[in-house]
């Protein structure tokens, strides 16, 4: 295969940023005593404060009162909800 117009700078470009690449990956990052400094992030709290946040708005928004009503209405079966009351529910009336 012969391959014309090769752009050899381009070339040579590419084949140093390459070598510099290895030699950079090659070397190590240390501190003057050969340690690594580390750094340990801890998300449990925030997540705990998150979904605590987010049970205590739910909790408040929710009757427990009403749900309970309603759960021995429906087991029952005395719980009966007419279409329109669904469609008007729906539609925000």
């Known amino acids: 295969m012969e391959i014309n117009k090769?752009?050899?700078s381009a070339i040579n470009s590419y084949n140093t940023i390459k070598k510099?690449?290895?030699?950079?990956?090659?070397k190590k990052v240390s501190g003057a005593d050969g340690k690594f400094d580390s750094?340990?992030?801890?998300?449990?709290?925030?997540?705990?404060?998150?979904?605590?946040?987010?049970?205590?708005?739910?909790?408040?928004e929710a009757n427990i009162e009403k749900i309970k009503q309603l759960q021995a209405e429906?087991?029952?079966?005395?719980?009966?909800?007419?279409?329109?009351?669904i469609a008007k529910a729906v539609l925000g009336e």
């Open 39 to 60: 750094v340990e992030i801890d998300f449990s709290q925030s997540l705990e404060s998150a979904k605590a946040n987010i049970a205590s708005r739910l909790a408040a």
């Open 74 to 85: 429906y087991a029952g079966g005395g719980f009966s909800v007419s279409t329109d009351e």
């Open 20 to 26: 510099a690449k290895a030699a950079d990956s090659s």
């Open 6 to 8: 090769i752009n050899r």
